[in-house]
């Protein structure tokens, strides 16, 4: 399939879609106007889409700077009167969250979509927050779909839901959600308004606390009715196998495993499934409850339906049995599968339950830790620093290093074991200002172009004005690359594609005062080697940027160029060393059974930089 497609395909038609693939196309037949997000996995995909069609499509979408700008721009379209959509991994929510709260309170003119890509398990997220807790706590409803077709079809009723009542809607998905393929049934697409107007009314966008009292008040009206729509959509649907003894209340991709399982069981149960869940639907739960002898819920991740159906239990005084996290018949952590649920079913029905066959292998599998890409800037940094703080005899325990999200978190493998603290984007020039008042160890703090400009200016300014000791490297790879290579304010392309201007990240570092700034390109070793032992030696906040194109961009560039340089090793001068293998770690470079040391051809960037890390010059461009 091709992604254009998502846009032209006609009604009627059917494309076999992901769910954030999905989501955009819900987002077409919706007359959407206005799309922005910060990239952020596992939403990823549905920037990457708009990117693409955009232009087409005549909508505007934007990689705003961080998740609460992406958030504030579709705020303000859908204040006068357009269609927004907005979305961004879980933990992104954290970073809108004090906007995404007053959104909720003010409410909309235009319908806004506001999606919440969850991770459970963590596959690529630092955490696994539950964002239905987010919905609870701003006071928006919530839609859960759980396979494509629902991701697409509920866009356009979120839309809807959100223009009815005036109100922001959150949509919340899951990794499974994201990246699963489904075919999906397709309506027409819809051209979206191109400009709106904002009408003035400060009582309602102006959240001063004399306003603010009157907006709470009309939420929780707002809440009270869309609580009734809640009860009575025809999105949370029941599924009766012929059994009362069991009842499931599930969601989301909760829900699918729930399925498997009673479907590969044939268990004989009902099946609530809730996909408009908040409002949480009492009614429909309690009707369902008093319908069945006990309630198994299934849901990810954290026990929220089941504190609410307790709650719901006790108020209405029935004796009932509620199985899910809190007893321990199903896990308080991590994402499900069938087989999980299964089990978990298996201590309430006392019916054994058919178990699949394990894939198995007597070969060892062997580990596949992500690491830094043949070609990658980031390992010349990462190589070059080693060297300096070395030459310098800084010892390893007396140099903290604070790290940040981005590719160059990988630097905590061996052998640069260069991550000692991580938590969050742009925490890492932060946290690196509490090091160098809590210790007297040397503070060398990292973080990406992307997210410096996300959240590392305001550290940095903390950093100068509170006159920390931390040497700060930015590694710019001309892109957002961990994310799949979205485009930043320090490229020259915004997110339609078009040219735009290029923010320096050298200029806002010497516009807070900054007393030590340069600019390397990394992959000249003793260049940037001979920086940081400078910069190592010097008082003050230091800052080293080190710029040089990702390996996804030299990659491209050379093939457009049909350019193919590659290296192999002479085994004639090689010594066998080990410093290009054990000290470097490029992927290319590999040892083979008889000891020798080669360069695969197929995995070999041509960066070159391992020319000048091998000591007896034995790697050379292959003829």
Same mark, same amino acid.
């Not at 600019?519 to 080190?546: N, R, S, W, Y």
């Given at each position: ?566 290296? %192999? #090793?002479?085994?004639?001068? /090689?010594?066998? @060393?080990?410093? $290009? !293998? ?5 992927? +290319? =470079? ?7 040391? %080669? #360069?695969?051809?197929?995995? /070999?960037?041509? @960066?070159?930089? $391992? !020319? ?5 010059? +034995? =790697?050379?461009?292959?003829?």
């Amino acid at each position: 399939m091709k992604v254009k497609e998502i846009l032209t395909e006609k009604e009627g038609g059917k494309l076999f879609l992901l769910g954030n693939e999905a989501a955009v196309r819900g987002a077409l037949e919706s007359g959407v106007s206005v799309v922005s997000t910060y990239p952020g996995t596992p939403s990823s995909e549905i920037g990457d889409v708009f990117y693409k069609i955009a232009q087409d499509a005549g909508v505007y979408f934007e990689f705003s700077s961080n998740e609460k700008v992406a958030l504030e721009v579709s705020t303000a379209a859908a204040a006068a009167g357009l269609r927004s959509f907005v979305f961004m991994k879980h933990v992104g929510l954290n970073v809108a969250a004090d906007s995404f709260m007053s959104t909720v309170y003010t409410g909309v003119q235009g319908g806004m979509i506001v999606l919440s890509a969850d991770d459970p398990s963590m596959h690529s997220s630092q955490n696994e927050q539950d964002n239905r807790i987010m919905a609870r706590l701003a006071g928006i409803p919530l839609l859960e779909p759980s396979n494509p077709q629902e991701v697409k079809d509920q866009m356009k009723y979120g839309f809807e839901l959100s223009e009815k009542y005036k109100i922001p809607v959150l949509m919340r998905t899951t990794t499974r959600i994201s990246h699963m393929r489904g075919v999906v049934n397709l309506g027409s697409v819809v051209k979206g308004k191109k400009k709106g107007y904002f009408k003035k009314n400060p009582e309602q966008y102006v959240v001063m606390p004399a306003y603010s009292v009157k907006m709470r008040k009309k939420l929780i009206e707002k809440l009270d009715k869309i609580k009734e729509d809640a009860n009575n959509s025809t999105l949370n649907k029941i599924i009766d196998r012929g059994g009362k003894k069991l009842g499931i209340i599930a969601s989301g991709g909760a829900f699918n495993y729930a399925m498997d399982a009673v479907s590969e069981n044939d268990l004989k149960v009902k099946i609530l499934k809730l996909t408009f869940s908040h409002p949480f639907p009492e009614k429909l739960v309690l009707d369902f409850t008093n319908s069945v002898d006990n309630v198994l819920v299934v849901e990810e991740v954290e026990p929220v339906m089941e504190k609410e159906i307790l709650a719901i239990i006790g108020k209405h005084n029935i004796e009932k049995k509620v199985f899910g996290k809190l007893d321990g018949t199903l896990p308080r952590i991590y994402e499900y599968n069938p087989d999980i649920v299964s089990v978990g079913i298996a201590k309430i029905v006392n019916k054994e339950i058919i178990k699949r066959e394990k894939f198995s292998t007597k070969i060892p599998l062997p580990l596949r830790p992500p690491v830094l890409c043949p070609g990658c800037p980031h390992r010349a940094t990462s190589f070059a620093l080693k060297k300096a703080i070395r030459k310098l005899k800084f010892k390893e325990e007396d140099i903290i290093y604070s790290s940040d999200i981005g590719c160059y978190a990988l630097a905590i493998q061996e052998p640069f074991k260069m991550a000692d603290y991580c938590i969050s984007m742009g925490s890492s020039i932060g946290i690196g200002c509490g090091f160098s008042k809590a210790t007297d160890q040397k503070i060398i703090s990292f973080i990406g172009d992307s997210t410096f400009f996300h959240a590392g200016v305001s550290p940095l300014i903390n950093a100068v004005h509170n006159k920390d000791q931390i040497l700060l490297v930015v590694l710019d790879n001309r892109i957002t690359g961990m994310t799949g290579g979205q485009s930043n304010p320090g490229i020259p392309l915004d997110g339609m594609g078009n040219p735009a201007p290029e923010v320096s990240i050298e200029d806002i570092v010497r516009g807070t005062g900054v007393g030590f700034v340069k600019t390397i390109d990394p992959v000249d070793l003793k260049k940037t080697e001979e920086i940081f032992k400078e910069a190592l030696q010097f008082e003050g906040v230091v800052v080293v940027i080190t710029k040089h194109p990702c390996a996804m961009i030299t990659g491209a560039e050379n093939r457009k160029k049909s350019i193919s340089i590659k290296y %192999n #090793i002479n085994q004639e001068k /090689c010594t066998k @060393c080990l410093i $290009c !293998v054990k000290n470097f770690t490029c992927p +290319a =470079i590999y040892l083979e059974k008889d000891g020798s040391v %080669n #360069i695969h051809p197929l995995l /070999c960037n041509g @960066c070159g930089v $391992c !020319v000048q890390v091998c000591p007896k010059k +034995a =790697i050379e461009v292959k003829k």
